[in-house]
Nanobody, 126 residues
Framework: VQLQASGGGWVQAGGSLRLSCAAS????????MGWFRQAPGKERAFVTA????????FYEDSVKGRFTISRDRAKNTMYLQMNSLKPEDSAVYYC????????????????????WGQGTQVTVSS
């Protein structure tokens, strides 16, 4: 499975960006996809995840109410709508996928994901 992330860029604080992640095939139909981010000098951190079958969403506390994850099963694509962006949201954003659903801490753990996209840079200026 190959994941192709896109949509990053530069935006001023308070602005919005929409990230996309296209999966190469449909073998993830029973699994979960997610977004992680990594800022310079920091570890890769969980942002949000969504179960492919029923679109159950999970969010890291700092993005709740600002970010929205969604998926389009027909297009095999996951999206991340990011609103009210803050400078601390600046990072390389990676999309990831796992073929099995998972809940709770599993979907928030990078090591539980089998497939990763190449990353897309998000820069938020103050």
């Amino acid at each position: 499975v190959q994941l192709q992330a896109s949509g990053g860029g530069w935006v001023q604080a308070g602005g919005s960006l929409r990230l996309s992640c296209a999966a190469s095939d449909r073998t993830l139909s029973g699994g979960t996809m997610g977004w992680f981010r990594q800022a310079p000098g920091k570890e890769r951190a969980f942002v949000t995840a969504i179960t492919w079958s029923d679109a159950r969403a999970f969010y890291e506390d700092s993005v709740k109410g600002r970010f929205t994850i969604s998926r389009d099963r027909a297009k095999n694509t996951m999206y991340l709508q990011m609103n009210s962006l803050k400078p601390e949201d600046s990072a390389v954003y990676y999309c990831a996928a796992r073929p099995f659903r998972g809940v709770g801490t599993v979907v928030r753990t990078a090591a539980s994901y089998d497939y990763w996209g190449q990353g897309t840079q998000v820069t938020v200026s103050s």
